[in-house]
């Protein structure tokens, strides 16, 4: 894992602050990688709770699904975006590419905001698993309010 900011291709979160105060964790997670591995998940669970409820989606297909999971052309996803105009549909595009039988169901009856939202939701959450572990101990919260608030130095 690259560290905080660098220029670590998919793998990292690029930003003059993460290379300063995030963690590789941290980054990682902010990272296209895990973001659009996200979204692939979400196809694949939509995908298997829509063949619960009776589509004609077969084993073959949510196999393929899985086994592509983490096979993410990004030059391929740029190249698609780049004429679609949109990211989510690019994706779509280039899961498909690595999942022909089952191109068809990915994204089958979403909206870009059901891998968008989701994605947001889960990095946020996962974010936070991170994060709060090493702010429990901390003892510098601000006296002056009810509400805990962290802060830094004379800046309260």
């Given at each position: 894992m690259a560290a905080g900011g660098d220029s670590g291709g998919p793998d990292c979160y690029r930003s003059p602050l993460a290379s300063?105060?995030?963690s590789?964790?941290?980054?990682?997670?902010?990272s296209d990688r895990y973001k659009f591995r996200t979204w692939r998940q979400l196809w694949l669970w939509l995908a298997e709770a829509?063949?619960?409820?009776?589509?004609p989606i077969t084993d073959e297909q949510i196999q393929e699904m899985k086994s592509n999971l983490d096979n993410i052309?990004?030059?391929?996803a740029s190249e698609e975006e780049r004429q679609l105009?949109?990211?989510v549909m690019a994706h779509v595009h280039t899961f498909?590419?690595?999942?022909?039988?089952?191109?068809?169901?990915?994204?089958?009856?979403?909206t870009s905001c059901y891998?968008?939202?989701?994605?947001?939701?889960?990095?946020?959450?996962?974010?936070?698993?991170?994060?709060?572990?090493?702010?429990?101990?901390?003892?510098n919260f601000s006296t002056r309010s009810r509400v805990p608030v962290i802060g830094d130095g004379l800046q309260l």
């Open positions: 300063r105060y995030a590789p964790e941290m980054c990682f997670v902010f829509e063949q619960t409820l009776g589509l052309d990004f030059k391929m105009r949109h990211d498909g590419h690595c999942c022909p039988k089952a191109a068809g169901i990915i994204h089958l009856g979403a891998v968008g939202d989701n994605t947001d939701l889960i990095i946020l959450r996962n974010a936070f698993d991170l994060l709060l572990p090493k702010v429990r101990g901390w003892k």
